[in-house]
């Protein structure tokens, strides 16, 4: 079964950086919009960056932008999320998610329009 495995959590204090990966099971992935997800306690999961199939598109949430930088390399069958200059409401638990479309659209920012999902790695920001 296609597995999506999420890594490179971990704590941090205020204005460091992380690189979380996620690694694809099947080379299926490399056609996919892969997207970062993130859910903080008692909170509902938001959209935070997407990626297209072959890279050429992203597309950020506000708060992300300019701080998250996402890409992929479809030889390793990996997604990445660098993210720098991190805050204390970056704390979440962040998910890696494929979408079976090939362009970055609307749909990108919807979770329950996905179709594998990781088991998540957990952030969090010191202050």
């Known amino acids: 079964q296609a597995q999506l495995v999420e890594s490179g959590g971990g704590l941090v204090q205020t204005g460091g950086s992380l690189r979380l990966s996620c690694a694809a099971s099947?080379?299926?992935?490399?056609?996919?919009?892969m997207t970062w997800f993130r859910q903080a306690p008692g909170k509902e999961r938001e959209f935070v960056a997407a990626?297209?199939?072959?890279?050429?598109?992203?597309a950020y949430a506000d708060s992300a932008k300019g701080r998250f930088t996402i890409s992929r390399d479809n030889a390793k069958n990996a997604v990445y999320l660098q993210m720098d200059t991190l805050k204390p409401e970056d704390t979440a638990v962040y998910y890696c998610?494929?979408?079976?479309?090939?362009?970055?659209?609307?749909?990108?920012?919807?979770?329950?329009?996905?179709?594998?999902w990781g088991q998540g790695t957990q952030v969090t920001v010191s202050s």
């Open positions: 990626i297209s199939w072959r890279g050429g598109s992203t």
């Open positions: 099947e080379r299926t992935f490399s056609s996919y919009v």
């Open positions: 998610a494929a979408q079976a479309r090939r362009a970055v659209g609307i749909a990108a920012t919807n979770p329950t329009l996905y179709d594998y």
